[in-house]
């Protein structure tokens, strides 16, 4: 890619989410910013996951996924989830996450978070070097609170 492309890019603000997925006992997070509302009706998100992630087969196998909001608190957090692979790192007991059960699907949601969405797979496509992901969402909580937290110009910002 060249340096016009990159830096052009870059200039597109990605909301910073936690993907979870659960595949019998392993539960697994990870730090995504290739995700955006597909549909009014069915409510439907698409997520990127490249295929090298350990959290990409749990949601082929498992067929759903949880999408959490991440505030301005959570740079940590993000940082780390994306930074260190579930194949070898329990990133909820490492990062102390409190969590709580999902109403519709078997991932749990993480408390205090800005907001989850209880993805069902609906489909997935593969689209150059990443699989597309797309969820219908089941269910979700919100809360007011912080500011989203967004990926812009390979700076972790809130808007």
Not at 60 to 67: N, Q, S
Request: proline share 6%; glycine share 8%; with cysteine.
């Amino acid at each position: 890619m060249t340096d016009q492309l990159h830096q052009a890019v870059h200039l597109l603000p990605m909301p910073v989410t936690l993907i979870g997925a659960k595949d019998g006992d392993q539960h697994n997070i990870t730090t995504a910013a290739w995700i955006n509302q597909i549909s009014w009706n069915p409510l439907q998100l698409m997520v990127s996951i490249s295929p090298q992630r350990y959290i990409h087969d749990m949601i082929a196998r498992t067929g759903e996924f949880m999408v959490t909001i991440m505030g301005e608190g959570d740079r940590a957090t993000a940082f780390f989830c994306g930074t260190r692979s579930g194949r070898n790192t329990d990133k909820l007991k490492e990062l102390n996450l409190p969590t709580e059960p999902g109403e519709v699907i078997a991932v749990p949601r993480i408390k205090d978070a800005l907001a989850n969405l209880e993805c069902k797979l609906v489909k997935s496509i593969v689209s150059g070097n990443h699989t597309l992901f797309i969820g219908e969402v089941a269910a979700a909580d919100y809360k007011k609170g912080p500011r989203p937290l967004v990926l812009w110009q390979g700076e972790l910002i809130t808007i």
